[in-house]
């Protein structure tokens, strides 16, 4: 697997949504390269203004990993290891990246607005160069994206939502049969380069119940720092333990943390 810089990219289609040749290719002209991102492209500035509220976020993802990608003297794990090592990484941490999505949905006016099913809430992650599943990545961007905004500039993040939308109407149905004061399923995405994993997480909220804003303000730091201790929680019957991932021989797994400090 060859990592290309994204500023060796070339687009050329405009990207904005108002421009009457979004659709078709344009090799011969010279388009306006997003200066962030290196991976839009717009005909003149004033279809570049139109898209920049839809582009933004996207920008920032972009512009965020091409700064960490690798250069072409770094060794990489094959793609196969990488997507491996994120489940099992997305797993482990999988109830700090649930709070954290349920943290910006209410950040961003509550699940009585936030659309469900047309939102997903994106983890961009950079490998570390680690093979402990626990602390493999650390988390670089984290934001509630419209799907519609991912689109052409992230093409395997719309083809894994498509891929898994009979599965999320299932589950949806399931979950809103069985489950009290459901509120909607929230679609977990994790892209690192090359590679992108999604999950699902119910949402659960009983609008009586009031929500103190101050304790979901700092999500993305508390989120951060909790993934980069590598500290890792585990069930134990009603209780959960805490511990972190370390080697055993030639297989990682869990132990508990028994220095209180």
């Known amino acids: 697997m060859q990592h290309v810089s994204l500023k060796k990219l ?22 306006l390269i997003c200066s962030g991102c290196k991976n839009a492209a717009y005909c003149n500035k004033k279809f570049q203004q139109d898209a920049w509220a839809l582009h933004k976020p996207i920008c920032k993802v972009l512009r965020t990993h091409n700064h960490g990608l690798l250069h072409p003297d ?6 196969g290891h990488v997507a491996d090592l994120l489940k099992k990484f997305t797993c482990m941490h999988g109830a700090a990246f649930a709070f954290a999505s349920f943290s910006c949905i209410f950040m961003n ?19 570390l160069e680690s093979d402990n599943p626990g602390n493999a990545f650390s988390v670089s961007v984290a934001q509630c994206i419209p799907i519609s905004q991912l689109g ?17 109407n299932a589950m949806v149905a399931l979950d809103e049969a069985k489950m009290e004061h459901f509120a909607g399923l929230v679609r977990l995405v994790f892209w690192t380069p ?39 929680g585990k069930e134990e019957g009603h209780a959960i333990s805490v511990g972190k991932i370390v080697k055993q021989g030639s297989r990682w797994k869990w132990a508990p943390i028994t220095d209180p400090r």
């Open 74 to 79: 770094q060794s990489f794990p094959p793609p």
């Open 109 to 127: 006016g509550g699940p009585e607005t936030f659309d469900f099913r047309g939102t997903v809430m994106f983890f961009g992650l950079k490998h």
């Open 194 to 232: 090359g590679c992108v994993y999604m999950k699902h997480t119910a949402m659960r909220h009983d609008p009586k119940t009031p929500v103190d804003l101050m304790e979901h303000a700092n999500w993305l730091t508390a989120l951060q720092r909790i993934v980069s201790s590598g500290i890792v």
């Open 152 to 168: 052409e500039q992230m093409p395997e993040v719309k083809e894994t939502l498509q891929a898994s939308e009979n599965n999320y």
């Open 10 to 31: 070339n687009p050329q289609k405009c990207s904005s949504f108002t421009c009457p040749q979004s659709i078709r290719p344009q090799p011969d002209k010279h388009l």
